[in-house]
Antibody
Framework: EVQLQQSGAELVKPGASVKLSCTAS????????MHWVKQRPEQGLEWIGR????????KYDPKFQGKATITADTSSNTAYLQLSSLTSEDTAVYYC???????WGQGTLVTVSA | DIQMTQSPSSLSASLGERVSLTCRAS??????LNWLQQEPDGTIKRLIY???SLDSGVPKRFSGSRSGSDYSLTISSLESEDFVDYYC?????????FGAGTKLELK
């Protein structure tokens, strides 16, 4: 059974960074792209970017360049999303998803507050 | 960027009713469109991929279609668990873009 298990909620201070994880089971992430999606409170979904874990190649929505960094560790079958220089605009639930968005993680709430 | 204009933003309907949601693409996306369902607890599930292919385990009352640049999700007979949020997603061109969502409400 395919599952994506995301790390727990984070409360972080403005200006800080945070690294979220998404651990896959039931498949090998080397065989697929992994995507990250942002959802602000009571808002819609935004694509952040994706990684090809087989070679580390990434692609981002330009508006997240400099804000988000996607990496993957094939040895632990885990994808990561690092967010830097956090502001209140980054308060959101962040989801990981497999290629073609067939499977989704449960989401990680990031709250940016002093 | 490709804009996906989703309508309506909210829809009030009754049990057993047939409803259709639409996404209009600002550029050609071919068949590269998914429909997603989001539950109140945030859980997201893909219902339809490649415009009209039904995901495994998704009830047959859900269907997807295309007419030109308009993509539709139709629910043939609403059941209580269908009153949640729906989003379209185009993956033809980067950056990938979502519709703004439709909230389906029980009348």
């Amino acid at each position: 059974e395919v599952q994506l298990q995301q790390s727990g909620a984070e409360l972080v201070k403005p200006g800080a960074s945070v690294k979220l994880s998404c651990t896959a089971s039931g498949f090998n992430i080397k065989d697929t792209y992994m995507h990250w999606v942002k959802q602000r409170p009571e808002q819609g979904l935004e694509w952040i970017g994706r990684i090809d874990p087989a070679n580390g190649n990434t692609k981002y929505d330009p508006k997240f360049q400099g804000k988000a960094t996607i990496t993957a560790d094939t040895s632990s079958n885990t994808a990561y999303l690092q967010l830097s220089s956090l502001t209140s605009e980054d308060t959101a639930v962040y989801y990981c998803a497999t290629a073609w968005f067939a499977y989704w993680g449960q989401g990680t709430l990031v709250t940016v507050s002093a | 960027d490709i804009q996906m204009t989703q309508s309506p933003s909210s829809l009030s309907a009754s049990l057993g009713e047939r409803v259709s949601l639409t996404c209009r693409a600002s550029q050609d996306i071919g068949s590269s469109l998914n429909w997603l369902q989001q539950e109140p607890d945030g859980t997201i599930k893909r219902l339809i991929y490649a415009t009209s292919s039904l995901d495994s385990g998704v009830p047959k009352r859900f269907s997807g279609s295309r007419s030109g640049s308009d993509y539709s999700l139709t629910i043939s007979s609403l059941e209580s668990e269908d009153f949640v949020d729906y989003y379209c997603l185009q993956y033809a061109s980067s950056p990938l873009t979502f519709g703004a969502g439709t909230k389906l409400e029980l009348k």
